[in-house]
């Protein structure tokens, strides 16, 4: 611990990965970007999935609200980025605040088939509400929010426009990733996971478990919303494949493969699926086999994920130095 | 509306109903017992379906032939339920939900590239045994044998069901299991043969409707994400791990899909994922369960 807080470990992956424009080629950038999006999808299922205690199989619905708001403001009423990223943050915190009012006073297997039927709610939505979300088709070409003022930034003068969005988003990443891990480290995370561990206790010591539950719902919604925003940009457009449940499996696996139990797990999974999906997907088509196959991995050999298994080892091999 | 119309319509959901309910019961069966909640059971279906067609490819196009070829499907899929109980999911017992739901998504991922790879991505298609190829009159509409012939299967199966689970040994046994695993295996029953014949069963139904299906709709991949969350609707109206509440289930939600095409064409699929979570939200257990 003493070791991560001399060297500032995030600073310096952030900075890294900011200079993948220059260093590294168009394809290097188009992956770092998705990787960056997924990590913050990633991390806020992971306040509940994690932190909470609750297991959602409907989260990719808030990704997808966030996504086709931002998209149909952009696209259909030219509203200018600023204001359409918030507000859709906001229309799946929203969204989550209402669907979440009769999630959390389910439990387990209730909860997570609550959550699945709102996620294929949003979904049917996308799916047959032609004249919003243009059905079957999606939304193609949603436009680049102005980014010309990048140009004013030294050594941004002639990157490319998918470059500055690569750049915007790691920066809205990078503040709303500061924001979750200051939530979770917060009175109010610990006691999220206080209720994870033990609802009842937390209950009988007057805590509205429900309301916690709640609250970690809306925040994991909102920046679900955030990262669809994003990813509706980046991948030039909002469809309604983006939101079927299987998408919200994915995200869970992202989770548990870099490993629940520490914050940076879930980016850590993110970048391992999305970069291991790229290399797979380029030599065979059996990439859903792929996966489940380091699903079956994962579940009997690693349950703590990357991070964890990572941990466990670096914890041993301290105690046995000491030794 | 034409009298002979509604009555279309309300055939079509009755067959739309029973083939859900003949899939849906194998998974309210294993969520009763086991309390998982398995994705895979949509895999085993489709694995049904790709197992008859290879099996009809062999036999000679004959009626015994297609009684055959399901036959065989279900068996071969209740076998690889088998396998998988005892290889994987056994160990998964003590764990949390989490894991348990993801195991069985890991399977759906794995099974679903198995059958790409083994049968392609092109849609296949089995006729209907010549038995049962033509159609009769009633009410001025001509109805499919093959339709009939599911309508009255799905009955029959609930009624041998709710024999097989209450007026039997084995049946007594799991009922217990449903209720306390603890006390039952305390008591020195063999816990673990139940949950895994339970498991054997219910992928055996699952083959078994994904066989008998081939003859309507066309086998594409695909088909077993496609179906799993249907028989989750039906599961959770009816009420999760109860028997005739599957049963009720399916035919509310075949009627609802019919008829609601009618009403707000283009909502249907909406209306179905409102009716489950509205169930969830009011009567978790379900219109016909009874509350944990």
């Known amino acids: 611990m003493t070791a991560s807080r001399r060297v500032p470990w995030t600073l310096i992956v952030f900075v890294v990965l900011a200079t993948v424009p220059w260093v590294g080629s168009r394809y290097d950038t188009f992956l770092a970007a998705q990787i960056v999006i997924d990590a913050l999808f990633a991390v806020s299922l992971n306040l509940l999935l994690g ?48 669907s979440g009012y009769f999630c959390v006073r389910l439990i387990k297997l209730y909860f997570a088939m609550l959550t699945l039927a709102f996620s294929q709610i949003v979904w049917a939505i996308a799916y047959k509400w032609n ?21 004013a930034l030294p050594g941004c003068g002639d990157l490319r426009i998918s470059d500055k969005f690569y750049l915007l988003t790691l920066a809205l990443v990078a503040i709303s990733l ?94 391992v699926i999305v970069w291991l999906n790229q290399k797979i997907t380029a030599y065979t088509e059996y990439w859903p086999f792929v996966l489940g196959a380091i699903l079956l991995v994962l579940l009997f050999a690693l349950p703590g994920g990357i991070v964890g298994g990572v941990h466990a080892l670096w914890t041993r091999l301290r105690g046995r130095g000491r030794a | 509306m034409a009298p002979s119309f509604l009555f279309s319509q309300f055939m079509g959901g009755l067959t739309t109903a029973m083939f859900l309910f003949l899939i849906a019961s194998g998974l309210s069966l294993v ?27 062999w036999v000679h196009p004959s009626s015994g032939g297609f009684w055959l070829a399901a ?66 009159r009633m009410f001025g509409t001509q109805q499919p044998l093959y339709s009939l012939f599911i309508i009255v299967l799905g009955p029959l199966i609930a009624f041998f069901g709710w024999l097989g689970l209450n007026r039997t040994g084995v049946g007594r046994m799991v009922r217990a299991a449903q209720m306390d695993r603890e006390m039952l295996d305390a008591l020195g029953a063999n816990v673990r043969t139940i949950y895994t014949g339970m498991f054997a069963f219910s992928a055996f139904l699952a083959g078994l409707s994904g ?67 509205v169930i969830l939200i009011v009567r978790p257990w379900g219109l016909f369960g009874r509350p944990l």
């Open chain 1, 51 to 98: 932190t909470t205690g609750l297991v959602s199989f409907g989260h990719v619905a808030y990704f997808g609200v966030g996504a086709y708001v931002c998209g149909i403001l952009m696209k259909t009423y030219g509203v200018p980025f600023v204001l359409a990223f918030p507000a859709a943050g906001l229309g799946a915190a929203l969204f989550a605040l209402i």
């Open chain 2, 71 to 136: 036959l065989t499907a279900a068996l071969g899929v209740g076998l690889l339920g088998v396998v998988i109980e005892r290889l994987f999911f056994r160990s998964l017992y003590g764990r949390e939900e989490l894991y348990q739901l993801l195991f069985t998504y890991a399977l759906v991922l794995i099974l679903g590239d198995a059958a790409k790879y083994i049968w392609g991505v092109d849609q296949l298609s089995v006729s209907a045994p010549p038995v049962l190829a033509g159609s009769v």
């Open chain 1, 178 to 271: 500061a924001v979750l891990h200051r939530i979770v480290r917060s009175p109010f995370g610990r006691m999220l996971t206080t209720i994870r561990d033990n609802p009842e206790r937390a209950a009988f010591i007057g805590v509205n478990v429900r309301a916690y539950q709640l609250a970690a719902f809306v925040v994991a919604g909102a920046f679900a919303g955030a990262a669809g925003a994003l990813y509706g940009i980046f991948s030039r457009g909002v469809f309604a494949d983006y939101v079927f449940w299987s998408k919200s499996a994915e995200v869970i696996i992202m989770a548990i493969l870099g490993g629940m139990d520490f914050f940076w797990g879930p980016p850590v999974g993110a970048l």
């Open chain 1, 131 to 151: 004249d919003v979300t243009g059905g079957d088709q999606g939304l193609p070409e949603i436009p680049y929010p102005n980014l010309d003022w990048i140009n």
């Open chain 2, 31 to 57: 969520f009763g017992v086991m309390r998982v909640i398995n994705f895979a059971h949509g895999s085993f279906y489709m694995l049904g379906a790709y197992l008859a067609w290879q099996v009809m490819r």
């Open chain 2, 211 to 277: 066989a008998l299906v081939t003859p309507i709709e066309s086998i594409v991949p695909g088909m077993d994400v496609l179906i799993i969350v249907q028989a989750f609707i039906v599961v959770v109206i009816g009420g999760m791990g109860s028997f005739w509440g599957t049963f009720w289930g399916s035919v509310i939600y075949g009627q609802v899909l019919s008829f609601g095409i009618l009403i707000l064409p283009g909502f249907s699929l909406f209306s179905v994922f409102a009716l489950m979570a």
